[in-house]
């Protein structure tokens, strides 16, 4: 994707980027390609697939929620997304980056620093830890293709509001649908929506699930859940 075709494809989204918000993505992709080429952060490296793949898959959150004054997790951000791309675009998002990974948390630092990004945080730390000091602390917790519905969902749904949402940005997910289906009382889900719809010039499938929780809700230790995880799911 061109950076036109990405102006365009993000007008049909109703977001439009400044010149200011375009050159930090610029600097963005600059230097993700050469931190990339000794930390490894991801595999997808060519400028149209990064705008594509990443950029824009990103911001397809605003088909199913308001950014805008939102606090924002972003759990198992990797090299950032969605996070970093939310933030840029939607500067009174008030961030968090989460990952159990130390060197993607430092490129994150970095980034931060580089672009001068303000109100966002990268933090080190397994998302059952972190809920645990940061239970119900945010408005929206976004995870994308991170683990199977029911891991990643229970690890997410602590660390909203009770009127929040957790946003799981999935490719196809048949399977786990049928799991989330099955088992939405015992993971602690009020209600579920998902908005399907497929990526420009692809055909690439693409699903918002949109989790609500309900409230209280439990906290698992990671085993519990990976035990839970192993009577659910077919292998």
């Not at 989204?13 to 230097?31: G, P, W």
């Not at 972003?74 to 939607?90: E, H, N, W």
């Not at 199977?148 to 786990?176: C, N, R, W």
Request: with cysteine; net charge neutral.
């Amino acid at each position: 994707m061109k950076i036109e075709e990405f102006k365009v494809e993000l007008a049909k989204l109703n977001v439009n980027i400044t010149t200011k918000q375009e050159e930090l993505l610029e600097e963005y992709y600059n230097f993700l390609v050469d931190y990339n080429a000794h930390t490894n952060l991801t595999a997808i490296t060519q400028k149209e697939d990064v705008y594509l793949k990443h950029f824009y898959d990103s911001l397809t959150i605003v088909k199913a929620v308001s950014l805008d004054n939102q606090s924002l997790i972003d759990v198992g951000t990797g090299a950032g997304f969605p996070g970093v791309v939310l933030k840029i675009i939607f500067p009174s998002l008030k961030v968090t980056l989460l990952d159990s990974n130390n060197k993607k948390i430092a490129f994150l630092q970095e980034l931060i620093t580089k672009l001068n990004l303000q109100d966002i945080e990268a933090v080190n730390s397994r998302a059952e830890d972190f809920a645990k000091t940061h239970y119900g602390k945010f408005d929206i917790c976004v995870s994308r293709a991170v683990a199977f519905i029911d891991i990643i969902s229970s690890l997410t749904l602590p660390l909203i509001k009770k009127d929040g949402v957790v946003i799981l940005m999935k490719g196809s997910f048949i399977e786990e649908h049928k799991v989330l289906i099955d088992h939405q009382k015992e993971l602690g889900i009020k209600s579920y929506d998902v908005v399907k719809f497929t990526l420009p010039h692809t055909e690439d499938e693409r699903n918002l699930v949109l989790l609500k929780r309900d409230d209280p809700l439990n906290i698992l230790d990671y085993n519990t859940i990976l035990k839970r995880h192993k009577r659910w799911v077919k292998k």
